[in-house]
């Protein structure tokens, strides 16, 4: 998977709706997945970029969620992950500028990209962005400085019929809005895949796949 600008990223961003009858409290962990090392850097290097990023241990392993009443699976190992719209794995980096010229990674011409295309054709940006006071992972393409063509990840632990589970929210790297919630097991993603928690936020996308 080709993440640059050059690539249309085929997201599937609609989820269902909310169920009902379901107790639901926020709790105040949000846990983050980066290190430290995880922001953009001013050193240089040969191409523009630094494998400084581990997920934590608490995002690793498998992820599923039932958008469109299908069960998809995303694998978050320790430097990437396995997407799930296609399948492919992604290596996550943090981007500088290159050694040579003074110009950051996204500056460079597509011209330049071309011709490494075997270094960054499977390598993600990522950067962090803070919310209504929670923490956001971002996925973005490997050339552009924009993050609002990416993907925003939040782990967050979530009281479900009295008991507490972890939900990983994908949602928009500006808004925070949510596109689509993902669980530890296939179960749990097919019973509340369709619920809306209490003090969220959900895009029009997610809202717009109700069942009626």
């Known amino acids: 998977m080709k993440l640059r600008k050059t690539i249309t990223w085929s997201v599937i961003v609609a989820a269902l709706a909310a169920a009902s009858g379901i107790s639901v409290n926020q709790t105040n962990l949000v846990q983050a ?4 090392k995880a922001q953009n850097t001013v050193n240089k290097t040969k191409y523009g970029f630094k494998r400084d990023f581990n997920f934590s241990k608490s995002w690793q392993g498998k992820w599923y969620s039932n958008t469109h009443d299908k069960l998809s699976k995303m694998t978050i190992k320790k430097n990437g992950f396995i997407t799930p719209w296609t399948g492919e794995y992604v290596e996550l980096v943090s981007a500088g500028k290159v050694k040579g010229t003074n110009k950051y990674l996204w500056q460079m011409p597509q011209s330049w990209f071309t011709k490494h295309d075997k270094i960054f054709k499977h390598l993600g940006r990522v950067t ?3 919310i209504s006071n929670k923490k956001w992972i971002v996925f973005s393409p ?29 949602a928009n790297p500006k808004t925070g809005e949510i596109y689509d919630q993902f669980y530890r097991s296939p179960k749990l993603a097919q019973k509340y895949q369709n619920y809306h928690f209490k003090n969220e936020t959900y895009a029009p996308v997610f809202n717009q796949y109700q069942k009626k």
């Open 33 to 36: 997945a980066t290190s430290k």
């Open 128 to 130: 962090t962005n803070k």
């Open 142 to 170: 490997i050339d552009e400085n924009n993050i609002k063509i990416g993907y925003a990840f939040s782990l967050q632990n979530k009281k479900i019929d009295g008991k507490t589970q972890k939900v990983m929210f994908e």
